[in-house]
């Protein structure tokens, strides 16, 4: 009786870089059909964009500072209170204002000046430096006319390939498409008090009474009397309703 013939596996065909960019937008593509909240899409997005455009961390810049959603950053707490506000001082970093002020397209830093002229930048020292950040790509989007959103990827090293920047470019007006439904955020309201503000920012956050008492300079109980004045005003009864209210 004949011996059977060992069957010889067929190796798998290796994707082409075009078929991994395609999935790659795919995949942030199915994120943003998601998300009942505007805040809730984007703690959603930002690990599908790093993951999209592979990176070390992912900035999340948006224009109105009230917003919800005004900065994020992935993974969470890869920089402070203090080195996103440093970040408005854009006007100092042509790729910053670029973002902000120009056409939004995706750029590598690289394009537009040398490691020299980079590293000479105030933000370079205060936060790029330390967050590891030698390598960047940026793009911005626009949900509406009042709006804008700016999206920055870190890395350490390689720089970004153009496939990268042609995956960043097609995730452009897609997600422009999905906050635009969203939108145009809501004022504050007026009844809540700017220190009890800041405390419901921390809070959604997820900061603890103790880490918004050290940020503010205040104290636990002082946190704890601004969030009840809060609660009132809110018409909510706990933190994760509040959070959840000062967020919509």
């Known amino acids: 009786m004949p011996s059977p013939v060992p069957l010889i596996s067929q ?4 994707p082409t870089p075009g078929e991994v960019g395609l999935r790659r937008i795919l995949a942030v593509a199915d994120v943003l059909l998601g998300g009942v909240e505007e805040a809730e899409l984007v703690d959603r997005l930002l690990p599908a964009l790093r993951r999209a455009v592979p990176s070390d961390t992912v900035l999340w810049l948006a224009s109105d500072r ?11 707490g890869s920089i402070g209170t203090d080195q996103a506000a440093a ?3 854009h006007a100092q970093d042509p790729l910053l204002a670029e973002a902000w002020h120009g056409a939004g397209t995706a750029t590598r830093r690289s394009d537009l000046h040398t490691d ?7 933000l370079f020292q205060s936060v790029f430096a330390p967050l590891g950040a030698r390598r960047q790509l940026i793009m911005a989007v626009q949900p509406d ?3 804008r959103v700016v999206v920055l990827f870190n ?6 390939a153009p496939q990268d920047v042609a995956v960043a ?5 897609r997600i422009g498409r999905a906050l635009a439904r969203f939108g145009s955020p809501l004022p504050r309201p007026v009844l809540v008090s700017p220190r009890e503000a800041d405390v419901l920012d ?3 956050r997820g900061l603890t009474d103790r880490q918004i008492a050290t940020r503010l300079g205040i104290s636990p109980r002082t946190v704890d009397k601004h969030l009840e004045h809060a609660y009132v005003k809110l018409g909510v009864r706990c933190r994760v309703q509040a959070a959840s209210r000062w967020r919509s």
């Open 66 to 76: 009230w917003h919800p959603a005004a900065w994020r950053a992935e993974p969470a």
């Open 145 to 147: 006319e009042q709006r």
């Open 87 to 89: 970040l408005d001082t």
């Open 11 to 14: 190796p798998r065909p290796v």
């Open 116 to 122: 020299a002229e980079f590293h000479r930048l105030p």
């Open 202 to 204: 921390l809070l959604c």
């Open 169 to 173: 470019e097609s995730l452009r007006p």
């Open 155 to 160: 890395r350490s090293a390689p720089d970004f």
